[in-house]
């Protein structure tokens, strides 16, 4: 065996112990780390600064399909399925309007800002996109008995939500 060869073999050699101990050392490091709980759909969602005309856009698309004239089964209508009740604890305008782009759209941005801030009391802190989702779908009392969590609400509203912001961040481009 030549003098280059046995130096580039020894030089190798120690390389490879190095890089054998970083693994063995730097895998020991990883496993004494405790596992944290990562909410996927907040660790991977995009910085963005999200407006209330977003958020009533992705519901209309999904609601409504974009339309003004829907009436749901439950007896929601309009572009943004809102319920009676709901249309009633924001305005004094007849139900009938919520065919009305103009009024529901008033009405909507109205019920929209009333989410937000409930939420941001209730939880001590400034509502997530699909918190706000959640509430708008499932409604505030189903939400604050879920303790604030999508994952501890139904499924349709899971969907809901997961259906809404991919709307909502495909029409941002995100």
């Known amino acids: 065996?030549?003098?280059?060869?046995?130096?580039?073999?020894?030089?190798?050699?120690?390389?490879?112990?190095?890089?054998?101990?970083?693994?063995?050392?730097?895998?020991?490091?990883?496993?004494?780390?405790?596992?944290?709980?990562?909410?996927l759909v907040s660790a991977y969602t995009p910085p963005a600064v999200i407006k209330v005309d977003d958020i009533l856009r992705g519901i209309s698309v999904y609601e409504s399909s974009d339309t003004d004239h829907k009436v749901g089964a439950a007896g929601e209508r309009g572009r943004?399925?809102?319920?009676?009740?709901t249309w009633y604890d924001r305005t004094d305008t007849p139900f009938?309007?919520?065919?009305?782009p103009q009024v529901s759209y008033q009405v909507a941005t109205d019920h929209i800002d009333w989410i937000y801030?409930?939420?941001?009391?209730?939880m001590g802190r400034a509502p997530l996109l699909d918190d706000i989702l959640a509430t708008y779908n499932g409604g505030i009392g189903a939400y604050r008995n879920a303790g604030f969590d999508v994952r501890r609400m139904t499924k349709s509203t899971q969907t809901y939500v997961e259906y809404v912001t991919n709307i909502i961040y495909d029409d941002m481009n995100l």
């Open 1 to 39: 065996m030549n003098q280059s060869f046995r130096q580039v073999a020894f030089f190798g050699a120690i390389i490879g112990l190095g890089v054998g101990a970083f693994l063995v050392f730097g895998l020991k490091k990883v496993e004494e780390q405790p596992r944290q709980e990562v909410d």
């Open 96 to 100: 009938s309007e919520a065919v009305n």
């Open 80 to 85: 943004y399925q809102m319920m009676e009740g």
């Open 117 to 122: 801030n409930t939420l941001q009391r209730d």
